[in-house]
């Protein structure tokens, strides 16, 4: 459905459960997003995996072109928020970490927003004890808020420092 110079992002299918599961069980990706639970079991992945494409609130599995759809190497959507505002997340297998495939994704995601939805503005938080993230989205254009919110992770179990930022279209 969208493309970059590397990735292909497109909605779930249900078939996707096992990429799904085998790209995300993992406890370093899981601990940095906040809905997402820990273990993460082969339900939640067929859960996620047969959700309908809402294009108001785009979910879309990244896979390499290089290697097709037989790996799906992360997830990236816009979620809409109690307060009506639109937040970025994503996430990346850690065996892909540090190519510059969260911040390709991002981008995508980014002019998703701008150019299709007619956002103004994004939202995005990261976990403090997570820089990484930090700098994708400061190479995306995202600007820190002040002060820290407390935000609750499942993959954690409770509550970490969240830095949240914003981002004008």
Not at 5 to 23: E, G, Q, V
Not at 112 to 133: C, H, M, Q
Request: proline share 5%.
């Amino acid at each position: 459905m969208y493309q970059t110079s590397r990735l292909h992002l497109r909605p779930s299918r249900p078939n996707d459960a096992t990429k799904l599961f085998r790209a995300i069980a993992d406890q370093h990706i899981v601990r940095n997003l906040s809905s997402a639970p820990w273990p993460y079991s082969m339900a939640d992945a067929e859960s996620l995996a047969s959700l309908k494409f809402d294009p108001r609130e785009p979910c879309l599995f990244i896979f390499r072109k290089d290697a097709g759809e037989t790996e799906l190497i992360g997830v990236a959507g816009l979620d809409r928020m109690t307060s009506g505002e639109v937040e970025l997340g994503y996430w990346i297998a850690k065996k892909q970490w540090n190519h510059g495939f969260a911040f390709e994704a991002g981008q995508k995601m980014v002019e998703i927003a701008r150019t299709e939805l007619k956002l103004t503005r994004l939202l995005a938080g990261y976990f403090v004890d997570n820089p990484a993230s930090g700098r994708v989205l400061e190479k995306l254009g995202f600007v820190p808020t002040k002060g820290l919110v407390n935000r609750h992770s499942r993959g954690r179990g409770g509550a970490a420092p969240c830095q949240m930022c914003t981002c004008d279209l």
